[in-house]
């Protein structure tokens, strides 16, 4: 699979050859929703807690006489169909919502990503990206003179200019290629990526 290699202004210079198991897989749509709603389920904290009818703060009194009152009968306030009562099912705060994915399920996913956005052309590759000061605006330009909106952006290496110029960008997001997941890659759509990243992550993958 050939990479498109863009300089400063966005235009094609070259080309890199990169492998294709990595960067020229078959896209497989089930499996890239089970990677992506994996990773988003792993992420997800159990901090929901709710209160059954024996939790809430209530009155075991008959709220009044069991007939002749035309109203339906009811036993205690704290009834789940009760404004203010238990809930019929709660969350205990201790759900697991966690997904397994074999490794190689998981790797596999990330190379039908990344191979799609290749074959689509929102995959390019830089020589390097580096940024002389930590200065927002400086990393905007030059996403911008790129041609990128939206960029998720994979760096052999993130030093502090590269990772305080960014922190601020809600369109752009610079990781390391261990810390590239589907869900980022899925969300940004355009991938940014140096030649080193690209060795990366073939060893990876």
């Known amino acids: 699979m050939d990479l498109m290699i863009i300089n400063d202004q966005g235009q094609q ?3 890199l050859s990169a492998s294709d198991e990595t960067f020229g897989r078959e896209y497989n749509e089930a499996l890239v929703h089970q990677v ?11 901090s929901s807690k709710q209160k059954d009818r024996e939790e809430v ?5 008959k709220p009044w ?5 035309g109203r339906a009968r009811s036993g205690m306030t704290s009834s789940p169909i009760w404004r203010g009562g238990g809930r019929t099912f709660p969350n205990t705060g201790e759900e697991n919502y966690a997904h397994k994915v074999n490794r190689k ?24 990206l580096g940024i002389d000061a930590p200065k927002t605006k400086v990393l905007a330009q030059k996403v911008k003179s790129m041609g990128f909106d939206k960029v998720m952006i994979i760096a052999d290496s993130v030093d502090d200019n590269l990772w305080l110029s960014s922190r601020n960008l809600s369109n752009v997001y610079v990781v390391e290629p261990h810390q590239a ?4 890659l899925v969300k940004f759509g355009n991938v940014l990526m140096t030649k080193d990243a690209v060795k990366q992550l073939e060893e990876m993958l």
Do not use: C
């Open 13 to 15: 210079t070259a080309s």
């Open 36 to 46: 992506v709603t994996a990773f988003m389920a792993n992420a997800r904290s159990a």
């Open 57 to 61: 703060r209530h009155s075991t009194k």
């Open 65 to 69: 006489r069991q007939k002749g009152t």
């Open 105 to 128: 399920m998981y790797r596999a996913g990330i190379s039908a990503i990344l191979s799609q956005l290749a074959r689509e052309g929102r995959l390019k590759v830089v020589d390097s």
């Open 181 to 184: 997941d589907p869900w980022s």
